[in-house]
């Protein structure tokens, strides 16, 4: 018993040592997690998912006792893709990557020093994980507007269907008497991924044919989106009687605790259905199986001893070669991380505050962002003018500039930043403009027409990046990381401009006056980017 004993301690200061080394890693990343995204309402359920992930490891406790560890070099498969999403993360300033690398990071190691009959039986826990970590921002967006649209959508069906007068323009519905906004706690974001990890949880734990657990998980994002169409339909119909307090405050607030218990309540009686009605008791609901107890029982009957590497000594912390290789990769991570600064802060050539008004025929007027619109933006530095034509034409012009982006504080793409509150946001792709841009001969921008009934604008965009110009957000998450790590550089910008589709213009018009301004605005932009 004593060896046992001293055995244990082996293994936990293991873990501890690993434990030690994720926070120093990860420190930076789940503080962000958990005083940021977890306030945030859409993923306030993020603080229950450490509580089911114990449970279902103290689950499976009797089952991992039965089986032998056996440390494989097959762990590395998924260690060093967790090592390297860790860097990319870091380095390009994508908090999901970060978080994704932490999983594969745990079950790498797992597989290294317990194998992979150990690892199966905590497989289902340990990618659990993933549903404590928010979808990167740009899923994050395009889920949201596109389910307050369907969301909206429904519900204007609905209240035609009761005999109401009702009319949508993107995500607002003009009851004739007052116009209601569905905003994300209407959208079914909110409730979504909730129901969502539900789901997933119950289909693990419910023990039935494959295609039942996915119809179950599948049925999730139609469920959401009825449910938030009747609320949408329920808040249009009483505020022709009862006015605004059943769209704000306490009433708002308590039919979103009715959608929720709604749709908790339809998803266990799909259940239900799903088993053919039968009782709770005879889901066959899954539990932690194996055998109890501290001792592996061998087939004969008897007990056996713990191998002798167990009983406690120095030496015993470096065995087996898969815990060396493991602590020396993360240890050698961390130190990089510490010592390493892979990251300069490089000012723009001039302050933003004095782009000039007058670029050749054009005439400008600043404007300023809000203060709390910077804080959310995190840019180091910006200009926001209104250019105008003899003609009264316009052009919208904003850049914001970043000295060095990281984690919470880089670019925002104006596809989740451009008007949506009844606005469509059309993007057309990528088109080269015939402008010198740097080393460019044509300028490559992001080309998009937002509409709202009969008005339409025009909008280009792109992001100058060192020397380079992207139009993708991925290839500027990537760029990031790579100059970072070769050049120590992650600074860059965004640069959008818009203008009206005026009454007898077409597009093309449009675009002839921004490609007009293109040219007459990157001379003088050039002066103010860092080379």
């Not at 060093?80 to 690398?101: D, I, K």
């Not at 929720?260 to 088993?275: I, K, N, R």
């Not at 209104?386 to 052009?395: I, K, L, M, N, S």
Request: aromatic share 14%; with cysteine; charged share 15%.
């Amino acid at each position: 018993m004593k060896a046992q004993s001293v055995g244990i301690s082996v293994g936990w200061i293991k873990v501890l040592l690993f434990g030690l080394i994720l926070v120093a890693l990860y420190y930076s990343s789940f503080s962000w997690l958990v005083l940021k995204d977890w306030q945030r309402e859409d993923y306030s359920h993020g603080w229950l998912i450490p509580l089911v992930i114990l449970y279902l490891l103290w689950e499976k406790r009797p089952a991992l006792q039965a089986i032998a560890a056996k440390p494989s070099w097959l762990g590395l498969a998924v260690l060093l893709p967790g090592l390297f999403l860790y860097w990319l993360g870091e380095l390009a300033g994508e908090f999901f990557t970060q978080y994704l690398s932490f999983t594969l990071i745990i079950i790498g190691l797992c597989w290294l020093l317990l194998g992979w009959e150990k690892l199966k039986t905590l497989l289902f826990a340990l990618l659990f994980t993933v549903a404590m970590f928010p979808p990167p921002n740009f899923l994050h967006d395009k889920i949201t507007f596109q389910l307050k649209l369907i969301s909206s959508e429904l519900g204007v069906r609905i209240l035609h269907l009761a005999g109401m007068s009702a009319y949508r323009q993107g995500n607002i519905i003009d009851l004739g008497f007052t116009q209601l906004q569905v905003v994300d706690a209407c959208s079914g974001l909110r409730y979504l991924f909730p129901f969502l990890i539900m789901a997933i949880l119950f289909a693990y734990l419910y023990k039935d044919r494959l295609w039942k657990k996915i119809v179950l998980i599948l049925s999730v994002v139609p469920l959401t989106l009825a449910v938030n169409a009747l609320r949408i339909a329920g808040t249009g119909i009483l505020y022709k009687f009862w006015g605004a307090e059943v769209a704000e405050g306490f009433f708002h607030e308590f039919a979103g605790v009715i959608v929720f218990m709604t749709g908790l309540t339809a998803l266990l009686f799909e259940v239900w259905l799903l088993s053919g009605f039968r009782s709770i008791r005879s889901w066959g609901l899954s539990t932690g199986g194996g055998t109890a107890g501290r001792s592996v029982q061998a087939s004969d009957g008897v007990q056996t001893a713990r191998p002798a590497e167990s009983v406690f000594a120095i030496g015993h912390l470096f065995t087996p070669p898969q815990f060396v290789v493991a602590l020396s990769l993360l240890l050698a991570m961390l130190a990089a991380g510490q010592f390493i600064d892979f990251r300069e802060k490089i000012p723009p050539s001039k302050p933003f505050s004095s782009f000039p008004l007058k670029i050749a025929s054009w005439q400008g007027s600043r404007g300023l962002l809000g203060q709390n619109i910077i804080d959310t933006l995190d840019l180091s530095d910006y200009t926001m003018m209104d250019y105008r034509q003899a003609d009264g034409r316009t052009v919208n012009f904003y850049i914001a500039y970043y000295q060095s982006q990281s984690k919470g504080e880089s670019i925002h793409s104006p596809e989740t930043c451009l008007p949506g509150s009844g606005w469509r946001f059309e993007k057309s792709g990528m088109v080269k403009l015939p402008v010198a841009w740097g080393k460019y001969s044509e300028l490559p921008v992001n080309s998009a027409v937002m509409s709202q009934g009969e008005n339409r604008q025009l909008v280009y965009f792109w992001f100058p990046l060192r020397d380079r110009v992207v139009t993708n957000a991925f290839a500027l998450k990537w760029f990031n990381f790579w100059d970072a790590l070769t050049r120590q550089r992650t600074d860059g910008a965004l640069v959008r401009v818009i203008t009206p589709v005026y009454p007898g213009e077409e597009l093309k018009d449009g675009n002839e006056r921004l490609l007009q301004f293109i040219r007459d605005m990157s001379p003088v932009l050039a002066e103010y980017l860092p080379d």
